[in-house]
């Protein structure tokens, strides 16, 4: 019967060859290849996409500060319009959806900030379009990108040209858009010649900035031929509030605007003027739960000559998803706290008494008339604020993947995070810089929460430093110019590691806790974009003083990311190697390399590892603290599959690794990759999840020898400890079944085969269907010393041997 089942499963399994490949391995157990780091399981975790704030952190509101207030940075002065924010992506459009053909000509000027211009045109809707991207990459390129629903993301496309956009210098632009081809003129001369078959054939235009402050003027579109003008004034701004994540068609007599005098917090705050009962904000799509009781603040300041700001006249309620009625609660207020400056803290406790609503709303409301000042609202369960604030079910999402170490906060958001703003009470911190990765982030998870995390499962923390770095901080931030940027990374080594009655030490246990958390691993930045002699100077200026502090930390660098990388890399190994114990690299695939994208960086790998030995460190590893294949979809499975089985081979020489992203809000507009998928209700893991958690389980710490072609699978053999139990994991990335015999050397007493396939390369979980791909138990067989199973084409499985 078993026969005749290896005969028919490759006929059963749907879109593959209708044959299989017999392949015949030879384990060999007394010999012992290398060791194996459970590192390389490592995970890491960047506030990304709402996967902190709006996700693992428990407070139900997102923008709680208001400091996220899309567009806000757009005006009109005098005939020029201006943007003054440097965060990314910002857009302006205007025009009609109907146009096809047309030239479109504008003059911008740079005042300040990291890049250039962008230039839209053929819009479609916020998420497909096309521009020109003009100082983009760091301002050092022009060229036009595209995006589409299916891409989800901006993708080049044409060639690129090598160029930069000066700061206080007007550019004449103009776009000329016929059919399928682009052409983009720089004062005159042309730049960019492109044709495009995917692109739409009509739409809107616009323009924009991406973390760059600018001003335009002089626009005018025209026919082709000139002769028709289909635009030609300034474009108009709307006034209405754009505040992110809340909406502010209210009902009732009550307006709404930002204010930047009367903040209790950060820059701005909520002005409110009621002249009758009416909810002055919603927000929607937060899950409530009959009988949870839920923490209610909020921080208001009432206006000169208002009657008593009292408990009444302004608050909190839940409505249903409709707004048709209140959902029953019972509120008890806790307290108004008085603060300086006229800020009162109001906190109430809400117990909701009738249902489950996985789709409520949160209404600010006013209840008379009178004019305040809101800040700083957070709403989060009871029972999660006792259970360290985390939301539960991501939280123990995390803990079943077993991470040894998990690296935070970035990633490029560590390279303009201020720590300080991220310590301390929740309601007195500020925001991240600006808006990055779709997400202004309110730091209410900071070193505390993450360490804090870290212990509840069972992870080493290790912490991205930031240096300084010009791109993110000065060009981006300029209120950062003089910051002594190795200060900062002291004191944070300090409030970490330092004891008690140390300066930081002391800040650390006044918020709670009075015994240090021993940080360990120390990353000196992330994806530096500076001259590799320049990163050198700065190892050789914050190692030594960040190891006078606690010489036990294990300093990683930042290795290469794009561009030569082996030229980044011998430098900093040959030049730098005796400062730093890991050296960290970075690589995102394509998700079509799901077979040979592991390979590849194998082979770097082992050219690294060279140079390592021949270095003056022997003894320094790498750390890949970036991998993925940008999919979450099977591909993404098989790819995770193949190079978890690379860092095993590779374990000679790459001691540590984590993957990107860990968590993503479903409602992210990019990085579709993510291990970990949730909206406010439930979560889905993707399919690098899936196999991550199977390798991780079937963790052995000896890699054993294996002789026999592979026949295009990708595997790996290791032992136990005790040395009794043998594992192979492999990944079968073609398109033909694959039946495998194993002369294990040994008599076999039982063997197992856990099996993650799927039906083709596009299959996935969703939130509806969670386990569409989740591991099965596979047919194997055992006699003596051998073993005999069966890999489905594009599959991935262990078989363990006792």
């Known amino acids: 019967m078993k026969t005749l089942l290896r005969t028919l499963l490759p006929m059963l399994f749907l879109g593959t060859a209708l044959f299989a490949a017999d392949v015949q391995l030879t384990l060999k157990p007394e010999q012992e290849l290398n060791r194996i780091d459970e590192k390389i399981y490592s995970h890491f975790l ?18 709680r500060s ?16 201006t943007q003054k924010s440097r965060s990314e992506d910002q857009r302006l459009l205007f025009g009609e959806t109907n146009w096809s053909d047309y030239e479109f000509t504008v003059e911008a000027q740079k005042t300040g900030g990291a890049e250039g211009f962008l230039l839209l045109f053929r819009v479609q809707s916020n998420r497909e379009f096309s521009w020109v991207n003009l100082g983009g990459w760091q301002n050092r390129q022009h060229g036009i990108e595209r995006r589409s629903a299916r891409q989800n993301r901006q993708a080049v496309v044409g060639p690129m040209i090598n160029g930069s956009i000066e700061s206080n210098k007007w550019y004449a632009i103009k776009v000329r858009c016929e059919g399928n081809n682009v052409k983009v003129f720089l004062d005159g001369q042309q730049i960019l010649d492109v044709t495009d078959a995917e692109m739409a054939k009509t739409g809107r235009i616009g323009i924009g900035t991406w973390s760059t402050q600018a001003q335009f003027r002089n626009f005018k579109v025209t026919s082709l031929d000139g002769q028709t003008v289909l635009f030609d004034k300034t474009p108009e701004i709307s006034q209405q509030l754009r505040l992110r994540h809340w909406e502010t068609e209210y009902f009732g007599d009550v307006e709404v605007s930002l204010d930047t005098e009367n903040v209790f917090n950060g820059k701005y705050s909520l002005k409110v003027v009621a002249n009758s009962k009416g909810a002055a904000l919603l927000q929607r799509n937060v899950e409530l739960k009959k009988g949870e009781t839920y923490l209610v603040s909020m921080w208001v300041k009432e206006h000169p000559g208002n009657p008593d700001i009292g408990r009444h006249n302004i608050g909190i309620s839940f409505m249903d998803s409709k707004l048709h009625h209140p959902i029953p609660f019972v509120s008890r207020n806790a307290g108004i706290f008085a603060e300086n400056n006229g800020w009162l803290k109001l906190d109430r406790t809400i117990n909701v008494a009738s249902q489950d609503e996985s789709n409520a709303v949160i209404a600010l409301e006013v209840n008379g008339t009178g004019a305040y000042y809101i800040d700083q609202i957070s709403i989060i369960p009871k029972s999660w604020a006792a259970n360290g604030g985390f939301r539960p079910d991501l939280l123990q999402a995390i803990a079943d993947l077993k991470a040894p170490t998990i690296r935070y906060p970035g990633g490029c958001y560590a390279s303009a995070y201020r720590w300080k703003d991220g310590i301390g009470p929740q309601d007195k911190r500020g925001a991240h810089p600006f808006t990055i990765w779709d997400d202004r982030d309110v730091n209410s998870f900071g070193t505390d929460e993450f360490v804090e995390m870290c212990r509840r499962v069972g992870s080493e923390p290790l912490i991205v430093i930031n240096i300084g770095t010009p791109m993110w ?9 003089g910051v002594d940027w190795l200060q900062e990374a002291c004191d944070w080594l300090e409030y970490c590691n330092g004891p008690a009655t140390s300066k930081w030490g002391k800040v650390r246990a006044e918020n709670g806790h009075p015994e240090p958390y021993n940080v360990k691993y120390w990353e000196i930045d992330n994806e530096i974009e500076i001259p590799v002699e320049d990163y050198i100077a700065a190892l050789k200026k914050f190692v030594p003083a960040m190891k006078k502090i606690d010489p036990t930390i294990k300093i990683i660098a930042c290795g290469s990311w794009r561009g030569n990388r082996a030229a980044w890399d011998n430098t900093l190994v040959n030049e730098a190697g005796e400062l730093f114990d890991y050296i960290s690299f970075h690589q995102y695939d394509d998700p079509n390399l799901y077979a040979n994208g592991p390979g590849r960086i194998e082979t770097y790998f082992r050219s690294l590892g060279e140079v390592i030995k021949n270095s003056p460190n022997k003894h320094v590893k790498i750390f890949d603290s970036e991998w993925n294949a940008q999919s979450t979809d099977w591909r993404t499975g098989l790819y995770c599959g193949g190079i978890l089985n690379v860092f095993e081979r590779c374990g000679d020489v790459v001691e540590m690794a984590a993957p990107a992203l860990f968590l993503r809000h479903n409602s992210a507009n990019a990085w579709d990759n993510a291990f970990i998928n949730f909206d406010n209700k439930s979560w889905y893991p993707a399919p690098n999840y899936v196999v991550m958690k199977l390798w991780r389980e079937h963790y052995a710490p000896t890699r054993i020898g294996l002789d026999g072609d592979v026949n295009g699978l990708n595997v790996v053999a290791t032992k136990s400890a005790e040395g009794k139990t043998f594992y192979v994991k492999a990944v079968n990335p073609t398109n033909e079944v694959r039946n495998v015999t194993l002369n294990v050397g040994a008599e076999v007493k039982s063997a197992t ?29 055992f006699e003596g010393g051998t073993v005999r199973f069966i890999l489905p084409a594009y599959s991935a499985g262990v078989v363990v041997m006792e």
């Open 46 to 63: 960047e506030h990304i996409y709402h996967s902190v704030n709006g996700g693992l952190w428990g407070d139900l509101v997102w923008n």
């Open 66 to 81: 208001f400091e996220d207030n899309e567009g806000s940075g757009w005006s009109l002065e005098n005939t020029l319009i």
């Open 473 to 481: 901080n000065v060009r981006r931030t300029p209120a950062t110019a």
């Open 753 to 781: 085969l856990k099996l993650v396939s799927a039906s083709g390369l596009n299959v996935r979980n969703t939130l509806e269907n969670p386990n569409t791909i989740a591991p099965k138990n596979g047919e194997v067989n």
